[in-house]
């Protein structure tokens, strides 16, 4: 992940700090809106009560997306990536140590 966060700034206009993480916090909200409606549409179209199944590959680029906003966040703030998802998981085990 730390590669990859390393590349994404490739494809950033350079501005000023503020501006780059509002542009980055206004993207994930709007790719988490699009995760969502990844689920929702085919789940609960007013065409029928049958869930239909989920586009996948729709749903794998709106992820991308959003790791790309989370990413470009994380390194404004010059937070290793990898790091962060490191402790996530030692917060988790700490959390759910009953369900190992």
């Known amino acids: 992940m ?3 966060q ?3 700034r490739r494809f ?3 501005a000023l700090f503020e501006t780059e ?6 993207g994930i909200g709007s790719e988490a809106g699009e995760i969502l ?6 789940w609960f179209s007013p065409r029928d009560d049958v869930p239909r199944e989920v586009d996948h590959k729709h749903l794998e680029e709106e992820i991308g997306d959003l790791l790309f906003y ?3 966040l994380a390194a404004l703030f010059h937070i290793d990536i990898d790091a962060a998802a490191a402790t996530n998981i030692t917060k988790l085990e700490r959390r759910y140590a009953e369900k190992k």
Do not use: F, G, M, S
């Open 21 to 26: 993480v509002t542009h980055a916090l206004l």
């Open 70 to 72: 989370v990413c470009w």
């Open 2 to 4: 730390n590669e990859y």
């Open 37 to 42: 409606d990844c689920i929702k549409k085919p």
């Open 6 to 8: 390393n590349n994404i």
């Open 12 to 14: 950033q206009k350079p």
